[in-house]
């Protein structure tokens, strides 16, 4: 710290993307960790309305920082569902005996990753809502509920509804996914399928919604619960032909449940956009702020894989004294994270137009063995690639 309330770093956000984004900078620059300030509007364990499934590539990540996330509650998911109203593929992990992927729930396992920045030395403000910056020749000013802070470098890891990114891409069209989600007890115990598998079925894509509906399993307070709900990745300009919260009380009913008996919530995801600018002079974003899975809208492992190319872009600025942060946005798209990202949007946007119930039925039903193949290849694994 060089003087109160001035740092070289301030992270907004102390989600997935933030935190990563810190632990990276302790790995490759470990100096600048007590001159770095993380800025949490609210308190860990903090509610995050998140379907909670993290693929392995999260967990290679992970790894590479030194976490073993078996230390946070979690299910292992058998078999993943991949299907047209009921009926599909599966998959699961390559080698014989793996699971598809994991699920934690969001509060345990944020606050986990906040609490392993703590024990590496950072300092996190708690409770203290970021609300603009100003990113001048020579800083940034990052005005708060709680006063005003200075920095060289600001990092926006403030999710999907990013008050960094507003303030240097004020003007932009909205990319973001519409989310809801419901929590519910464990399926009946004559259920036909598995309580340990995850299920995703693209039976609402004929009418005009962009996505699927999700059904996983997951540990509440220790008790088994179930996170359904359903994902529209709006990258079309085309609006659904019923309300998101109609299609999901239709699936709900199929499956003998009501969704008036539950809670709903609601929260958006924004999507990548190649075409989109990442970063100003002294400024990065990372994470939902930048933009992560317009396919699946899964985020949690691209939001932990951003941390990495940011931390890397801070460490070389704070080197040759260069905080444009010009290359940032090239790192991102030549690494295979963002090859992946920018596959997933163009797969949305293809494979989303295409309405017909036959194609969906015959694609999930008949395609499995291709599925399978090009997802792999593709759209996940993008770790193992970059390892390579
Ligand atoms: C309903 C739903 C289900 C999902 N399911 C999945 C899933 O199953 N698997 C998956 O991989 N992804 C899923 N996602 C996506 C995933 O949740 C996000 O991509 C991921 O959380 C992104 O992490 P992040 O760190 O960028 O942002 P966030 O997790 O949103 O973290 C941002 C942090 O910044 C803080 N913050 C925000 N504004 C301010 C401010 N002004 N000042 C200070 N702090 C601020 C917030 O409190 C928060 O702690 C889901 C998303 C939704 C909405």
Redesign the pocket.
Known sequence: MLNANHYDIII?????????TALHLANLAPELVPRTLI????R?P?P????????PD?EVVLCQLGLDITEVPHVDVDWAHFDYDGQGMTMRGEKKGLFAFR?IR?HEF?AWLAAKARERGFLIHEN????SITATESGVVVT?DQGEYHAAVVVG????????RRAIIPHEDLHV?R???IVTEPKPEKSFHKQSDSFFDFVVVPQGIQGYV?D?PAVEKGKPVR?R?I?DSNVLSFKADVPLAFALDEEFGRHGLHLSDYKL??????WFDAKSDFSAPRVLL?????G??AL????????LG?GGFAAQAIQDAFTKKDFSFRGYKRSILQAELGKALRRRTWMAKLFYRLRSARFQAFIWRKMGWFIEWAVRAFFIEWTRRQER
């Open positions: 907004v956000g102390a989600g997935p993307a933030g935190i990563s800025l949490e509007k609210a860990h903090r995050k309305l998140c379907g909670g499934g993290i693929l999260a699920v969001r944020d203290t809502a970021v609300k708060t890891a403030d999710g999907s509804n990013s008050i960094v996914a989310l809801l989600e999700w996983f996170v709900g994902y919530e609601g929260a958006p995801i924004r990372v994470g939902d702020a930048a992560v899975d699946f809208g899964e985020g949690i492992s691209i939001a951003y």
